[in-house]
């Protein structure tokens, strides 16, 4: 078996290189001195590549006076472009970024269009030393492959094999490949799928990117991030990884730090009682959820026993059963909550979305088991929040769209009666 690497700007990922941490900074890209500060505090949080927004030829631009600035300060972090659907866009961020994120299914709805992009992207990014990472994520799949294998872990493993197999031919390897999902059994599942895929059809194995998309902020979003990632590094899948947190990107970093730490560990199997040693909360949540959440997601065991310190702390009974709660419901095993898919926010976000994550998350905490999206776009948020039942989604101009299933139902809705209007919709809909 052939274990391949991608060099991005220098950090190296795959083939028995450390895993690198990386996320995307939640500024405008086009206010140069907004993202070159976070830039330079998700490098001193030890960052190792940091991803930005890159949505037309304005952005690139941009990103060129970013590094520049960056690179003047001695901070040789590398970047990644996030391309969307903008195939030219990708084109001119290759002569810029270390890496171009791309899904190459959104270049264009004709497949040989699409096809001829992608295969003139590789090119640039030859000539220019650039990394590539294909990146698809749990509904946002196209229509022919959805209609072929529905919105599964399969439909995204041949989706994005069949951008492999040109890489393949073109003899294109700097390439990384990320499945994310929000929800983590479909997300593991892919990944596992992805990996065997790629073994049984290539006989190479390209180097791949984890994250859970959508996971939230605070208690959850961390447990459901160290879940889904935790149980693929137990494994020995992933080479880099992004804990995506609807807070300041920089408080993904020691999350994912410590999940990187934690990486090839794992609880013996059978195990149902835990004693966890935690220096801090955040410590306790992601040690615990790595070591307890692989066998819960797996349906290896069905419950457990906890104990846990924190800080010499014994953690009391309702902190352990609230925990639990989280952890099963992270895990898909168990729903006493509300569950809430929500977006990091990006530079493409149109209003505040922690704040208004937390709004949403104060005002609907009595609908338990009910799937809450919260999305900062309307260009990505409809098909990235995949499954869930209701959507709050931003409009532009101080508007939300509201969502029932995949449906907008109420458009134009001034922010301040958002999230009213949800809480309403929810409640005649339940
Ligand atoms: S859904 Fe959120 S993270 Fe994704 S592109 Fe839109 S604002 Fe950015």
């Known amino acids: ?57 304005r952005q690139v631009e941009a990103l060129a006076q970013i590094k520049a600035r960056l690179r003047a ?7 990644v472009a996030d391309i969307h659907f903008n195939a030219d866009a990708a084109l001119a961020a290759a002569l810029v970024a270390e890496k171009v994120r791309i899904n190459p299914g959104n270049f264009s709805k004709d497949h ?33 492959i959805t209609s072929q294998y529905g919105d599964t872990p399969l439909g995204m493993v041949r989706a994005v094999m069949e951008w492999l197999q040109v890489c393949v031919e073109k003899e294109f390897y700097n390439v990384t490949v990320s499945l994310k999902a929000s929800n983590t059994k479909v997300m593991a599942d892919a990944y596992r799928l992805l990996r065997r895929t790629m073994e049984d ?18 208690d959850t979003g961390r447990i459901k991030s160290a879940v889904g990632i935790g149980t693929l590094l137990s494994e020995g899948i992933g080479d880099t990884i992004r804990v995506s947190l609807t807070e300041n990107p920089v408080n993904e970093v020691p999350v994912a730090q410590k999940l990187r730490d934690l990486a090839g560990s794992k609880a013996p199997e059978g195990t149902t009682d835990f004693c966890i040693d935690a220096a801090d909360r955040e410590d306790f949540l992601v040690k ?70 937390k709004e949403v998350m ?27 039942d209701f959507g709050y989604v931003g409009e532009g101009g101080g508007k939300v769209t509201l969502y029932k299933g995949p449906e907008p139902v109420m458009r134009g809705i001034p922010q301040e009666q958002g999230v009213e209007k949800l809480v309403e919709l929810i409640r005649n809909s339940i």
């Not at 819960?296 to 309702?318: M, P, Q, V």
């Open 112 to 144: 040989a269009v699409a096809m001829a992009k992608f295969a003139e992207l590789l090119e640039i990014c030859r000539d220019n030393g650039t990394a590539i990472r294909i990146g698809l994520n749990h509904g946002s799949l196209g229509e022919r």
């Open 1 to 57: 078996m052939k274990y391949l690497s991608c060099n991005i700007g220098g950090v190296v990922i795959g083939h028995g290189h450390p895993i690198a941490v990386q996320s995307m900074c939640d500024t405008d890209t086009m206010d140069t001195i907004r993202s070159v500060a976070q830039c330079r505090d998700l490098a001193a949080a030890g960052c190792d590549i940091i991803r930005l927004t890159t949505q037309g030829p």
């Open 73 to 79: 300060d001695g901070i040789a972090t590398p970047l």
């Open 201 to 218: 059809e290539l006989g190479m194995v390209f180097p791949l990117h984890l994250g859970v998309t959508e996971a939230g902020a605070g």
């Open 362 to 388: 104060e005002a609907t905490k009595e609908f338990a088991g009910v799937k809450i999206a919260v999305m900062g776009c309307i260009v990505n948020g409809p098909g990235e929040m995949a499954d869930a």
């Open 288 to 357: 615990a959820s790595y070591m307890i959440g692989p066998a819960l997601l797996d349906g290896r065991i069905d419950d457990f026993n906890l104990k846990a310190t924190i800080a010499g702390r014994d953690l009391t009974e309702e902190e352990i059963s609230s925990f639990k709660d989280d952890l099963m419901q992270a895990c898909r095993r168990r729903f006493t909550k509300p569950e809430y898919i929500a977006c990091p926010g990006c530079g493409r976000t149109l209003y505040n979305i922690q704040n208004l994550l």
